[in-house]
């Protein structure tokens, strides 16, 4: 009977298998009157619709639509196909019993897919029947679905005898393998949000590896309350892991090369294996497509130069900044020398401290970390780190040592002590970089003008004099006129004197070097007075593998 149809049916996928006050009567079992069209609703569905209804605005009594929370199409088309061999277009009547395939779109479904969700059909009842059947389908609901091949579909059942209702059959076998791609290319099953990358090599990481989803529930979905920090490799976001309840600090990085990540993964994995007091301990990572997601302890005081520099937060005071500096440099042996590797943490940094409930400093951020044998010499590497504690030998070269990372653990002292950036682009020239500030007052034999102000005088000046001129050595121009770490944990625990050598006398040693490495810096940058094109939040490069 061409001239009269059944309202057809719909593909649909909801969050409940109950549609408690839905109509059946034109709304497809799904919908009524005042909840069609609602967000709340979390229903998407494809109709196969046999009847024009002015109310949906459809296009036609025959066509395929695209339903998101209501009837009215997102997008429709009349129900037409493509055969292999007129390469035209043809049109079908839906109650023909034809099977082709007819329409295929994209849609993002994150905001309607829950997640859990129900996958079915539903269908209107009314005046006239309609009988639907369903000869194959497909779905996949974590990649593309498999085809379906229309000549193996089985046969339409016979046609049902009856004298008193109209036979509408409704056949639409390839349409379901369509709609999977429609469902495919909209995130499909909403799974996707929890999509993880998995080689066979991490099966050995296991204990070590998150799933994404449990990062996604910790963080409440990296929504932007939850955000620590952000900083040149990625944003840092607090979190609760649901299993433990255990709180947490999670790193997403951009990490979109796939050369090296075996290896890279290794070398986060062994991180986890660092145990120290006064390292952020490392809990696991999840790999996800373009982006690596790191757990670290969560640290409630945040960062260091978050005290040293917003007016915000409580001064610390001096016992507390030098316990911390001490605590960092007690992590920087346990790295130089007492692990089974030889660990360069190469962004050492007041960022980069963190401090635990009772303000204790802990060194975290080995995004730039770089592992190799006790005895061998490590390559030459792309330059990394922060501008204002590169070591000029690592700007020159881009070797890296323990002697570089010494370097920047001695403008981080002359940062505690002196409460001042490394670079401060708003003061005079004289006085822009923190490093030849100092120098200067240590040569006029006025270091102490230099401590921070925020301190009062509230400070043993044998030990302030001591820390700022143990900052000044360990960022000697000249790699090995520096202190190994294991001499600054000698000179912190004053243990051993610091060497008067290098330190006094004009034109000798540190004096006449620093001059040249102060060229070096400036050599990095154009050569002008405007200092705003440096900056000691921003990583030069991002990672350097």
């Not at 922060?386 to 920047?408: I, K, M, Q």
């Amino acid at each position: 009977m061409p001239d009269f149809a059944g309202q057809g049916f719909a593909f649909t996928i909801s969050p409940s298998a109950e549609f408690t006050g839905a109509w059946a009567i034109g709304y497809l079992g799904l919908f009524n009157l005042t909840n069609k069209g609602l967000s709340s609703n979390h229903v998407f569905a494809v109709e196969l619709d046999t009847i024009l209804t002015p109310e949906f605005n459809d296009i036609n009594d025959n066509h395929v639509g695209i339903d998101v929370n209501g009837l009215i199409s997102n997008v429709s088309a009349p129900v037409a196909y493509f055969p292999d061999k007129e390469r035209e277009n043809k049109s079908l009547e839906l109650r023909s019993g034809n099977p082709r395939p007819l329409l295929s779109t994209a849609i993002d479904l994150s905001p309607v897919f829950m997640d859990s969700m129900y996958v079915g059909f539903s269908s209107s009842t009314g005046t006239l029947a309609s009988y639907h059947y369903i000869l194959g389908w497909s779905f996949n609901r974590s990649g593309p679905a498999q085809s379906l091949d229309v000549s193996k579909l089985p046969s339409l059942p016979p046609k049902r005898e009856s004298s008193k209702k109209l036979d509408l059959r409704i056949m639409v076998p390839s349409v379901t393998a369509s709609i999977v791609l429609i469902i495919a290319s909209g995130v499909v099953y909403r799974r996707k949000r929890f999509e993880e990358l998995h080689e066979d090599w991490e099966q050995e990481y296991g204990p070590q590896r998150f799933s994404y989803k449990d990062l996604y529930k910790a963080t409440r979905g990296f929504k932007d309350k939850e955000q620590l920090g952000f900083g040149g490799f990625g944003s840092v976001y607090k979190g609760v892991l649901p299993s433990s309840n255990t709180q947490v600090a999670v790193k997403k990085v951009s990490h979109d090369s796939q050369q090296g990540i075996k290896e890279f993964v290794s070398e986060i994995v062994s991180m986890g294996r660092l145990r120290h007091r006064n390292l952020v301990q490392l809990l696991g990572y999840c790999r996800r497509k373009g982006e690596l997601l790191l757990v670290y302890d969560y640290m409630p005081n945040g960062s260091l130069d978050k005290f040293l520099f917003q007016n915000d937060t409580p001064n610390l005071n001096w016992i507390r900044r030098y316990q911390i500096l001490r605590g960092v440099a007690s992590a920087m042996l346990y790295l130089h020398e007492e692990w089974e590797q030889v660990v360069l943490h190469r962004d050492v940094k007041a960022s980069n401290v963190m401090l635990d409930a009772e303000l204790n400093g802990r060194l975290g951020d080995f995004g730039l970390a770089k592992f190799y044998d006790h005895g061998s010499i490590p390559q030459t590497t792309c330059v990394v780190g922060t501008v204002g504690y590169l070591a000029p030998e690592v700007s020159r070269t881009g070797r890296v040592t323990t002697s570089s990372d010494v370097f920047a653990f001695g403008i981080l002292m002359l940062e505690v002590a002196c409460g001042r950036r490394p670079i401060e682009p708003e003061r005079p020239p004289q006085e822009a970089l923190l490093l030849d500030w100092v120098l200067e007052c240590w040569k006029r034999g006025a270091i102490l003008e230099t401590s921070d102000p925020r301190l009062e005088g509230r400070y043993m000046a044998e030990e302030m004099e001591m820390i700022l001129k143990l900052g000044l050595l360990c960022t000697h121009a000249t790699p090995a006129a520096r202190p190994i770490t294991r001499q600054v944990m000698q000179y912190l625990d004053k243990n051993a004197p610091l060497p008067d050598i290098l330190l006094d006398g004009p034109g000798i040693g540190l004096v006449t070097v620093s001059q040249e490495a102060a060229g070096d810096f400036y050599s990095s940058f154009p050569a002008s007075n405007d200092y705003s094109v440096l900056s000691i939040t921003t990583s030069i490069l991002s990672y350097g593998r």
